[in-house]
């Protein structure tokens, strides 16, 4: 829902011309009240909200042309004033409104291009030629080396799901290779 400072439905009742000149009429009936007068109306709740009964409007537009046009004059110059207002506060709001947009697409092609970037960097292509890329491309996706190269039933010797694998029993762990100057000494 728009708010009431866009919306032309607050100035169009407010600066209504007929209901400006009854606040005025009223309002001077109250301040300067005729000789009292009985009430004849079915509803004298409605006669105390208006001009005082009996009296004379202290503007009355019928009587006087001049004050008529005059009257006419200064209600068009502050309906425009004040629809005005209500287009620009309008033309402001559309605006942030596309703005607002504009930021939040940026927003999302920058996520975008993080996830991508984020992605790219887990894959293990980093951009660099460190050479890992190559050795990444050697395994599959469950840790197997395609070619079986050095590798007994297609896992590195104490590999399990990529995770090495500590020694189970004290006699693999006591079991060191030693070379052959070693043997000989």
Known sequence: MPSLSSTYLLPAILLNPAFILHLINTFVSHLVPPPPTPSVSPHPFMESIGPVPGSKPYM???ADDQLCWSYTAIMVFVQIL??????????????????????????KEKLALLEEERKRKSNGHTGGLDGMCELLEEW???????????????????????????????SEASLTETSEEEMFI
């Open 60 to 62: 009355d537009m019928h």
């Open 140 to 170: 599959d996706t469950n840790g197997h080396v395609p070619n079986g190269n050095g590798v007994a039933n297609g896992k590195p010797k104490g590999l399990e799901n990529g995770i090495a694998k500590e020694p189970e029993t004290e």
């Open 82 to 107: 004040a629809f005005g207002r209500v287009q620009d506060n309008r033309v402001r709001r559309k605006s942030a409104k596309a703005a607002k947009m504009e930021r939040e697409k940026i927003r």
